[in-house]
């Protein structure tokens, strides 16, 4: 293994804030380097350096030895520096060659594109990495990991030296990250450097070699993984002991059902799905993805239509039949997608918090007593310690856990007593999870009743008083907080409707639900 | 903290930039063409500008709140003038009260609206779509029922005054014969709706529930707001702009017009961009739009008196709205 990149005494100085002050970072051949810290701790901007999105104030980068300056970003993919961002940057309506080769595409002439050349070196690079994707398919048509694979493979056709990989899994399911982590395993083989960037622990712990990480800015430490428990590399990144892990309680079965729902089918995405939410229980939903359970909460609320099903409210059956209903039932939706579907980005904190609840904050003509959207957003940003410079700051500029904040003070504006959480912690840093958790039981305690869908096992164990596991649009099991474990859950999570089938007949019994 | 809060200020600093160069502009524009041209710079020439302002200033206001929906409307010239033609059959024609023919032409303007809103907001007619239709269906309607003649008002003599006459000279000259203020209605007319759409922008919930739509319609709709009916609000209101416009036009001509009009939209987007509504939605403000549309009309006022050709004046205002485009673009990269 030799040194591949060595970046060293590196400043930059955006208008207002130090990003970076003396940090460095090492990448030798044939490794893969996690670079960890909590949102704003410099990781991005680091790597924007790398890759010539941004320029360095001072300090040096050296390749294989050599200094040298990264002007732009097509500067860097010519010396071998490629990154994959977190958000995929391809043309949904090409194919996978297409984008590929996009912009260095074979031609006959000058003009005319060869279609046949840039299809067969695509399949070229595709086969390399052992993964079964047609060149001519539309990217449209993959799933979102196929699509990232492309993404790797438009890398790899640059002759990266350096592949960077921003949040690689935070869309993938497990069996996915399985594959890519395959594929990282080959490019380290070869002597590809791979810089790792992520907020998932355990992953870090199972593909890394060593671990750089970074705080406020400024260079932490370099660690070798094998030598380090993820709970040290945790209290370097936030400088302090966090969480403590932990079972979370049993429901208490004492407390009258808030939420009932009863055989909801819709369409090959819920498949006869039933089951009840106490008053004061955070119900977890567990599931690989694709698994239906965003389409239940959705359906729940109103968001899209469903074919059959009942759901009770406190015993009384309710007909929700849009967004606006399941609010007048005091549900409240957290979607998984915060940018899309959670917040108004453009819009400040105090407009997102009262969102939802306007017609308390007006009077009959619809007139807007900004005083006490004020005052409430006030209580919100207390109750919940939101970091926010006022209630005037758009919330594009707050952290992810802190829109998440907003979110949550939006429905608590509204005063709902059923909250449905999809992915609460997704893409939001380790520090902040902690409080989003405290928070979730706080809402538990105070008599909220919460339904938790999570892509990540540990987040579900902790926080769930019950669980119920999905697998392909059914609901496949229901385990207390005593007897869930990873496996257990996993188990149910693989219970596949032919796997099922096919245990059935051979055990010559009724199907289990 | 202290970091945070420069950032902040550096913020502000090009929020209102925006506002102040679209503003300075046009006072460095009335200053320029006072130096260079004799006969811009006079009470009447000023008066005339803000009466040229006034149609396409009350069509722009009610495109801003379409804009910063996120939406456009096409139709808001010819749906004008279709308001104006029922207003002229009803009044004209028909003998019907001219303060009745007012309130049906506003109410057709916002009926077209309506139309434009249920087809956008229920059926998911692409905004651009619905209304070009509607701007076709318009022009075509506003020839049909008049058999492509035009309405005049010849009959009623006050009804030029709606635009032409000046209250505001009126009651000075009441108490003092020799004073005078002559403001046009028309400009009077223009403010006072700016004033309410302002209020309407800023401080009502109708308001507030178009800038997030504009921002994020689908968090807004996941909030349990229910985003069609406010959608089809916003579109009926910007309609009812519009038939006030369509007032405006018939009383300055003193005729209802079936051939004109269409067009005009353009005009009226120009003025709003200029005034920094964003396109894509969720921001911008109703001054802006007062200030765009004065700007847009100093400028063909000027380069009117100053001789030069129409062509040339197209060719001016276009790169003026461009110009304006890209600074609010450079505005917004700042703010990253």
Redesign the interface.
Known sequence: MSELIRMEGIDKAFPGVQALSQCRFELKTGEVHALVGENGAGKSTMMKILTGVYTKDAGSIFLKGKEIEVKNPRAAQELGINIIHQELNLCQHLTVAQNIFIGRESRVGKLFLNDKANEAKAKEILDMMNIDINPRARVSSLTVARQQMVEIAKALSFNADVLIMDEPTAALTDSEIVELFRIINDLRAKGVGIVYISHRMDELKKISDRITVMRDGTYVDTVNTKDVEIKQIISMMVGRQIYVEGHAKNTDKSQPLVLEVKNLNSGRQIKNVSFDLHKGEILGFAGLMGAGRTEVARAIFGADKYDSGDIFINGKQVHIKSPQDAVAHGIGYLSEDRKRYGVALGLDVATNTVMASMSNFSNKIGWIDDEAIQKQTDKMVAAMSTKTPNNKQRVKNLSGGNQQKVIIGKWLTRDCDILIFDEPTRGIDVGAKGEIYKLLNELADAGKSIIMISSELPEILRMSHRICVMCEGRLTGVLSAQEATQESIMHFATMRETMEQADAEHNNQGETK | MS????????RINADTMQKFLAFSSLVLLYIIFSVVTPNFFSLNNTIDIMRASAVQGVLALGGTFVIITGGIDLSLGTVMTFSSVIMGILVADMGVPVWLGLIACIVTGALCGLTNGFFIAKMKIPPFIATLGMMMITRGLSLATTGANNKYFTDYPGFRLIANGSVTDSVVKAINPSWSIPIPNAVLILFGMAILGHIILT???????T??MG??E?????????TAAWKMGVYTLCGAFTGVAGILMASRLNSAQVAQGAGMELDAFAAVVIGGTSMSG??GTILGTIIGALLMNVLLNGLRISMIPQEWQWVATGAIVIFAVYMDIVRRRKRG
């Open positions: 970091a945070k809060s420069i950032a902040k200020g550096g401080k009502t919930v109708f308001g507030r529930y800038f997030a921002s994020n689908e968090a807004t709709r996941l909030s349990g707001v229910n969720g921001e």
